[in-house]
């Protein structure tokens, strides 16, 4: 099933206001381009995650997953 354009609408406008893309208008279009890398994207991610289920600790994305050491995300 295709996304409804608002939808798409609604995700370009919170991308922007995050400062992650920008636009300019030609005519009745707007055209859309990254503001960040997809590197810088893939850093933010991992660092949110690492965050979020190892409480910053880097080195526990490369162990085996302890006892009470990963957050349940439910």
């Known amino acids: 099933r295709e996304l409804a354009p608002t939808t798409v609408s ?3 406008s919170r991308l922007e206001k995050k400062g992650t ?3 300019r208008v030609e005519g009745r279009q707007f ?3 990254a503001l960040v890398s997809e590197d ?3 850093r933010s991610v991992l660092a949110r995650v690492t965050d979020y289920f190892f409480g910053g600790d880097v080195s526990a ?3 085996p997953p302890a006892e009470g050491r990963a957050r ?3």
Do not use: A, F, K, Q
Request: aromatic residues 6%.
């Open 61 to 63: 994305l490369g162990s």
């Open 10 to 12: 609604t995700l370009l």
């Open 21 to 23: 893309i920008t636009h």
């Open 72 to 74: 349940d995300p439910r």
């Open 40 to 42: 810088e994207v893939r």
């Open 31 to 33: 055209i859309y381009r």
